[in-house]
T-cell receptor, first 111, second 116 residues
Framework: QKEVEQDPGPLSVPEGAIVSLNCTYSNSAFQYFMWYRQYSRKGPELLMYTYSSGNKEDGRFTAQVDKSSKYISLFIRDSQPSDSATYLCAILGGNTGKLIFGQGTTLQVKP | GAVVSQHPSWVICKSGTSVKIECRSLDFQATTMFWYRQFPKQSLMLMATSNEGSKATYEQGVEKDKFLINHASLTLSTLTVTSAHPEDSSFYIC????????????FGAGSRLTVL
């Protein structure tokens, strides 16, 4: 079992839709949770990070962490074609101090 | 915000030559930098962890003599791919901690290496 699991998609939605991206993780010691957006042929760009259970909102983006279920989500409201990218969840490994990435979900928002 | 600059963004070289990629933290001091490799449609694979003033720590399966890492200052780390071969063609991305906090990585834009 991978430490971080993420459905690679691809996920295709119409413009304006609410997008839900998810990851599960296996180690309850993990504490820091991040979401990165990566456009084709570019480095990942930090979207949001959090270390606690609950919701964190930033504009159209909401990050949600459920530590009891070991489940994290990223919601995108009013999705735009410019949101089309690969979204990577990343979790800080407890003892190693290394960031563990999910496989990434490819999102396409159609106008 | 924290910015990590990576150069060059794209390099083409002949087989057998060496290529150096630079990673700079522009507005913060990066005590730790990481080097990743990414193949098309795959996630990032950590190659090595670079700490300023000390030897890099390589992940299992990564040849340290092939991928030389130098972190001579708090704002610069370099990755040198020695005697590059076509199978080394990939997207190399650096990242650094210290910008948004000790536990958050800021990534460079990546360097695409093509070995002919």
């Amino acid at each position: 079992q991978k430490e971080v699991e993420q459905d690679p998609g691809p996920l295709s939605v119409p413009e304006g839709a609410i997008v839900s991206l998810n990851c599960t993780y296996s180690n309850s010691a993990f504490q820091y949770f991040m979401w990165y957006r990566q456009y084709s042929r570019k480095g990942p760009e930090l979207l949001m990070y959090t270390y606690s259970s609950g919701n964190k909102e930033d504009g159209r983006f909401t990050a949600q962490v459920d530590k009891s279920s070991k489940y994290i989500s990223l919601f995108i409201r009013d999705s735009q074609p410019s949101d089309s990218a690969t979204y990577l969840c990343a979790i800080l490994g407890g003892n190693t101090g290394k960031l563990i990435f999910g496989q990434g979900t490819t999102l396409q928002v159609k106008p | 915000g924290a910015v990590v600059s990576q150069h060059p963004s794209w390099v083409i070289c002949k087989s057998g030559t060496s290529v150096k990629i630079e990673c700079r933290s522009l507005d913060f001091q990066a005590t730790t930098m990481f080097w990743y490799r990414q193949f098309p449609k795959q996630s990032l694979m950590l190659m090595a962890t670079s700490n300023e003033g000390s030897k890099a720590t390589y992940e299992q399966g990564v040849e340290k003599d092939k991928f030389l890492i130098n972190h001579a200052s708090l704002t610069l780390s370099t990755l040198t791919v020695t005697s590059a071969h076509p199978e080394d063609s990939s997207f190399y991305i650096c990242s650094a901690t210290g910008g948004y906090g000790a536990n958050v990585l800021t990534f460079g834009a990546g360097s695409r290496l093509t070995v002919l």
